[in-house]
């Protein structure tokens, strides 16, 4: 019998199978009381930036940039205070405390568990895209979902990755509508762009994933591709070519003005014209030509409002919109310490040539490892041969395409565990769209999902894997070193410089 049959709703089984799945993990497979150097380099500096916002201080940590776990771990703070679950103390209360690191080991349990409530709103609202496109085997994907490393890594401490994706996702479940949709325009483009460019702030990555994940929504469409058409509206329309060439102009002179060299307008002037190459590739807009300029207006009238609310507001402070101003800051995110040193551009550009082969084969290697995401792209693509209709089912390839330019992309950063995140729902989505047009028993695909699930338990659920899937960069040992300490460089001055040398070497004394 087919599950689909067999569960009449699996959209809501499939929501209490998350809920007890990501409890039972959290409280008793990896331990929330485990103390704070466990995972020290994300959840104590994440918490530590939550509470200078709460504190009413603007937030120091930009790297990621982070601001919205920040701010919203910072309104929690506030609603726990508020109802006295615990007391929390604003930053100069807590260096004048005489138990600093019991506070601190509550504060990170409440970061850890803040960091469960974003991941379960997560993982509920890409079951949530996934119903967009009728997945008949709901609860199998699920269940493959919650065995990722992605999703146990989440669960096991508090990062900024759920919340960035959290924050792209509603986006594109928004796009959906507004694909779907002639009825407020406007405001869906609004929000469109609104939900993107925080999902931005909050983690800088995923700028560059944007337009790549977006075209998997071309499945939605049945690959109807309408960038060719909608450039011959738009240039047959001397009106609205008008009103799109001054709002694009408008666009790329903020960008000219405020970006720091002119690398910085370049980069940020060809995100531009990706995105809206990727927006107009997925939206037919013929029955409402204006959607070329307002698209435009949506997204700068977005970027002032936020703009505005984290400069005056919500304690961001303008480092937070370095990734739009500063944007060669992120040579300093490549994975190599040569190219972040190097200055001289002709040279750099050679070394990142050279980088670039380098990380194609690192992308080699790790595709052809064990794993269920590598088995599903190998399924997929040669079922897809096998099948003699290749030019039938190619484009249900697309995803396979999009998910190995994301991890190409991603070898430049790190091949890090935490990132797989990104491409569990995607590498799923584009799974769920093959088995609905590949015509196969249903018993096969059945059986091919329990086996990526099985693959999942053997290679995730082992001691190792929980291990590494819940430590941090380095040991107590070298977070608590005298260099580390009192250097004007080290990790507390750098992460946490408002906490006073004696607070720290309390926590300190807080045993592994």
């Known amino acids: 019998m087919k599950l689909d049959k067999l569960f009449k709703n699996q959209e809501y089984i499939s929501y209490l199978i998350v809920l007890f799945y990501s409890l039972i993990f959290f409280f008793f497979i990896q331990d929330p009381f485990e103390n704070i150097f466990v995972n020290y380099d994300q959840e104590f500096w994440n918490t530590y930036n939550s509470l200078l916002i709460y504190s009413g201080l603007e937030q120091e940590k930009f790297d990621e940039p982070g601001h919205i776990n920040y701010l919203l771990f910072a309104t929690y703070l506030k609603l726990i205070n508020l109802f006295q679950i615990i007391n929390v103390p604003t930053i100069d209360i807590l260096n004048q405390s005489n138990n600093v690191s019991e506070i601190f080991q509550d504060l990170v349990f409440h970061s850890r568990l803040f960091g469960l409530i974003i991941n379960f709103v997560l993982t509920i609202f890409i079951i949530k895209i996934f119903l967009k496109f009728h997945p008949k085997n709901l609860i199998l994907i699920t269940l493959i979902l919650l065995t990722s490393n992605g999703f146990l890594t989440h669960i096991s401490q508090y990062r900024v990755e759920p919340m960035t994706l959290l924050l792209f996702l509603i986006a594109t479940y928004i796009l959906i509508d507004l694909i779907k949709s002639k009825e407020k325009i406007f405001l869906r483009l609004f929000f469109f762009n609104f939900f993107l460019i925080l999902s931005i702030i909050n983690k800088v990555q995923i700028i560059f994933y944007i337009p ?107 480092n937070t919109f370095w990734v739009f101003f500063k944007i060669s800051k992120i040579r300093g995110y490549l994975g190599s310490l040569e190219l972040d040193q190097k200055h001289d551009t002709i040279l750099w550009i050679k070394d990142f040539v050279y980088f670039s082969l380098y990380n194609l084969k690192k992308l080699f290697f790790e595709i052809i490892r064990f794993n269920s995401n590598n088995l599903i792209v ?81 290679n995730n659920f082992n001691t190792s894997n929980l291990t590494l899937i819940n430590s941090g960069s380095y040991k107590k040992d070298i977070y608590c070193s005298k260099d580390q300490i009192y250097s004007e460089m080290g990790i507390w001055t750098y992460y946490s410089k408002r906490i006073e040398k004696k607070q720290i070497l309390e926590i300190c004394k807080i045993e592994n």
Do not use: C, P
């Not at 997204?299 to 936020?306: G, K």
């Not at 790190?414 to 609905?436: P, Q, R, S, T, V």
């Open 212 to 318: 790549f994940f977006l075209l998997i929504l071309l499945n939605f469409q049945k690959y109807n591709f309408f960038l060719l058409t909608n450039l011959m509206k738009l240039i047959s329309n001397r009106k609205n070519l008008s009103y799109f060439l001054v709002s694009a102009l408008l666009i790329i002179f903020a960008i000219l003005i405020r970006s720091e060299q002119i690398h910085s307008t370049i980069y940020l002037t060809s995100m531009y014209l990706i995105l809206l190459l990727s927006f107009y590739s997925l939206k037919d807009v013929g029955y409402n030509e204006k959607i070329f300029y307002l698209f435009n207006i949506s997204l700068l009238l977005a970027f002032i409002i936020i703009y505005y609310f984290v400069i005056n507001i919500s304690f961001g402070g303008k």
């Open 378 to 458: 190998f399924f997929v693509f040669f079922i897809t041969i096998l099948s003699g209709k290749f030019k039938k089912y190619f484009n249900l390839n697309i995803f396979i395409i999009i998910y190995l330019i994301t991890k190409f992309i991603t070898t430049f950063r790190a091949n890090h565990f935490y990132y797989e995140i990104y491409f569990d729902w995607i590498i799923l989505l584009g799974l769920i769209i093959f088995l609905n047009n590949f015509k196969t028993e249903s018993h096969f695909k059945n059986l091919f999902l329990i086996l990526i699930i099985f693959i999942n338990i053997i």
